[in-house]
């Protein structure tokens, strides 16, 4: 994996750069869509592709552990094999979904014990269980197994969990130089800067997870119920501390607004279901403003959901498919939503690259955060 | 509407036609997806047209009519507009979903009292009102609205209920010539015949269908639980007595198996909620046989779906799909289900009109009934 850096904005600390990885190159920044279980909900892998201009789409670890299961990537040749996508994808390590999903979990220095959300039963992740699971998945990018904290957090346990979850990562790195990739692709290993909300333990992370020289660099446990302010200030103390020639992803960020904002601070990768979640519930993200498609004004609007990207269905069709459930109101709205983020994405970066994205940013922002 | 008789096979009954609409033409023998509330399940209006290569497909009075409403649909210009389909369309009379969905309802001679399944409101249709619905609705093929008996029902009642439809019939009539086209595409109205599964009755009621003198006839209140022999028998009798000139729709029908053998005695067309729905559930009809992808042994399969209409994704993929309930599943197996049934018709065409059906079914029922 090379990185290559084509600009650093003057007026804001805004990147442009090109992600090279053995399934195709990446431009940043980027908004990577979440495929839970081996799909982008309500999504298929062309649309994905060629409508929505997808670059690189996740899975999730702990989800495709559960089903369908390793044996069956395995066989397949692989996650991209199995789903039929050839461009890069990332999995996380599984750790979130531990800390989020499962109730019954006990945490050790060895690893973690839980228990499937699905059957009860237990599991054991450990960070070199974690990173085997990745190597037999797959995917090109992968995380190091970590401690999400939750917020709030006292810090005596967020300064603990963040020593835990530094621990993790060396053991995750011994594993990951051990071993070698399965499917004739190289795959790269992101560590995770922790620390909640406390500056000082932010900064010691980023000064470890810096050090450690990995292809890229991960922060997590934000976006967890902070403020927008805090979750801002974090980004930006832990970028300053981040090597500057290697990606920084910002994990499970965020709204339109957040991704410009958090772009802004240093950031070149996002992930988040949220376009794809709010989709399904009827909000709708336009080149023109936010739709809530609940609101009963739409009923009988009759123009196109988004001139740009769903210019052959209307609002009003749109409503009545969410209304009723149907299942082709999630992928029209999904579409949108999606094709929006990437089109956000690929704007951000022609105006780093051509040296206005300041003014950019504040012009677009009230266009596309207005709720209309 | 012209209906032109192409070929009539010499060894069976089977047809081969042109039917002229307003919105384009239609060869038959044709299957029409079933777009209850103005949605195909899953499948976007694009891949209605470009993959699965529907010519017509349907929507329910008695759910558009509840959900978004006859103004919104008014407003929008008619059902072709509203949904972004501009091919034929035809809407069933909502005659079946108040008998099936409603679990209180009063039949009188006037029309039908009956309760929303969604909210409890109370509704009445007639015959007059449901033409006017049907008008505003706009397709280009509505029905007569009917009583549909169930089955088993007893030779009196079935007597009754076929008189009663027959009024019905001819206060449908009269409103639909009382009244215009709300949006400058002509429409036809095709009556039903009922009497359940008595000849005598069957026999009276396709001859006072056929005096009629409409467009097209439709075949009801088959494929409501009778065997398949008696339904093959009705619809058989039924053919002979409805006149040739004319295109004849036999509703809610089938299985691939049921369509064959149903166009060998005469049918042009039909409509079903069975590929859209047993998709959902895994059951994939494909061109070398059934597929249920609940059966373990698909687990590790990585083979195509089927060669010709899902050859990007696999077997054990769609499996996870499904088995997860992800609605790419859905869409994957619906797409390709539909896209089975519209070639197995257009090769029942072909064989027609080359004079080799009978040959030609004889040959592929067994192999697309196979259980693989």
């Known amino acids: 994996m090379k990185f290559t850096l084509h600009k650093t904005d003057t007026e804001t600390k805004a990147r442009a750069g090109t992600l090279q990885t053995g399934r195709g190159n990446i431009e940043t920044p980027i908004f990577m869509p979440v495929g839970t279980q081996g799909s982008v909900k309500s999504i298929s892998q062309e649309d994905l592709d060629q409508q929505i201009k997808a670059q690189i789409i996740l899975a999730n670890t702990y989800h495709i552990f559960l089903r369908p299961g390793l044996e069956v990537i395995n066989k397949a040749g692989g996650i991209h094999q199995f789903i039929n996508w050839n461009k890069p994808m990332l999995t996380d390590s599984g750790g979130y979904q531990v800390f989020s999903l499962s109730e019954i979990r006990k945490i050790k220095e060895e690893g973690v014990s839980f228990r499937s959300h699905l059957d009860g039963s237990k599991i054991f992740f450990s960070p070199e269980i974690a990173t085997d699971i990745q190597r037999t998945i797959g995917a090109d990018i992968f995380m190091a197994f970590d401690e999400c904290p939750p917020y709030p957090c006292e810090y005596k346990y967020a300064k603990e969990s963040m020593h835990l979850t530094h ?4 053991r995750c790195i011994k594993r990951f130089n051990e071993t070698e990739p399965l499917y004739g692709v190289n795959q790269s290993l992101f560590p995770i800067v922790q620390g909640s909300v406390y500056k000082d333990l932010r900064i010691d992370s980023a000064k470890f997870i810096a050090d450690q020289n990995m292809d890229g660099n991960a922060i997590g446990g934000l976006s967890v119920g902070e403020p927008h302010e805090q979750m801002y200030e974090m980004t930006e103390l832990v970028c300053e501390h981040l090597p500057s020639d290697k990606p920084r992803y910002l994990m499970g960020v965020g709204t339109p607004e ?20 709010n989709a399904r519930h009827g909000l709708i993200f336009t080149i023109e403003g936010i739709i809530n498609l609940k609101n009963e004004k739409w009923k009988y609007d009759y123009s196109s959901v988004d001139s740009q990207f769903t210019p052959n269905y209307s609002k009003a069709y749109l409503k009545h498919l969410i209304k009723c459930n149907e299942m082709l109101g999630a992928t029209i709205a999904s579409k949108q939503n999606l094709s929006f983020y990437l089109w956000l994405m690929k704007e951000a970066r022609t105006h780093i690259l051509a040296g206005d994205f300041l003014a950019w940013k504040k012009g677009i ?5 207005r709720k209309l």
């Open 167 to 170: 621990r993790w990562l060396q």
């Open 365 to 369: 922002l009230p266009i596309i955060m």
């Open 258 to 277: 957040n991704l410009l904002e958090c772009i802004s601070l240093g950031i070149d990768m996002f992930d988040c279901v949220l376009p794809t979640r």
